[in-house]
């Protein structure tokens, strides 16, 4: 079973509001990513967690901060938001050994988020 | 650099007709290249990967893709289109340089499917 678990499906937030999208995973996975997609975009790495640890920040401004409690659980805390931000935020996860380039990531259905 | 380019936007295949989504990629090293749709208001769904060996892969729904290490290609393929089949597709590619985490998708094609 290939399931990786997002909440919640729609968000929408103000510009000074504090929120958090979840993700959950039950796969034995110890690689967890977030991604950004924009409407017909591919996806856009932000932040990978492998074991527990933040392996990746792919720049990612500060009002983005990702949290991993345990190797099944992914969140990603939004803060000042800006109406660019708006788009869909995609969880995923893999086998986790560092270099294991063939493993498979495997999606959730995304969070869609809209600033207002 | 590494890179992946499916060089169409837009596929249009009528129902029961074979169908083609191309992807191009360039890596250094030993490539990891995946195949990945996605349906309206959905996230991405895997459909196959080539890691080593025979390079005719086998996926879900029906869909196949050839590794072609001298073309550096991999496409994917379909004997038969449906009308279900129609989404987006990304090529992807992992390896060389970028460690295991860092995937590289390509534009993604859009296919569609007509009765």
């Known amino acids: 079973d290939t399931e990786v678990t997002q909440t919640p499906k729609h968000l929408v937030m103000g510009m000074t509001n504090k929120k958090s999208l979840k993700c959950e995973q039950h796969m034995g996975h110890r690689a967890m990513y977030w991604y950004k997609q924009k409407a017909k975009k591919p996806p856009e790495l932000m932040f990978v967690y492998s074991y527990e640890k933040l392996s990746i920040n792919e720049s990612v401004p500060s009002r983005f901060s990702p949290e991993c409690p345990n190797s099944s659980l992914l969140n990603l805390h939004l803060h000042a938001l800006q109406p660019e931000d708006s788009a869909l935020y995609l969880c995923?996860?893999?086998?986790?050994?560092?270099?294991?380039?063939?493993?498979?990531?495997?999606f959730g259905e995304g969070s869609w988020l809209t600033v207002v | 650099a590494q890179s992946v380019a499916q060089p169409e936007d837009q596929v249009n295949v009528a129902e029961g007709n074979p169908l083609t989504v191309k992807c191009t990629y360039s890596?250094?090293?030993?490539?990891?290249l995946f195949w990945y749709v996605q349906y309206p208001n959905r996230g991405l769904q895997f459909l196959l990967k080539y890691i080593t060996g025979d390079n005719l892969v086998k996926g879900s729904y029906g869909f196949e893709a050839e590794f072609n290490k001298s073309q550096t290609s991999f496409h994917l393929k379909k004997p038969s289109a449906l009308v279900s089949d129609s989404a987006l597709y990304f090529c992807?590619?992992?390896?060389?340089?970028?460690?295991?985490?860092?995937?590289?998708f390509g534009a993604g094609t859009r296919l569609f499917v007509k009765a």
């Open positions: 890596v250094s090293g030993n490539p990891y």
């Open positions: 992807a590619v992992r390896g060389g340089n970028t460690g295991g985490f860092k995937t590289i």
């Open positions: 995923a996860s893999s086998q986790g050994q560092q270099g294991a380039a063939g493993n498979t990531i495997y």
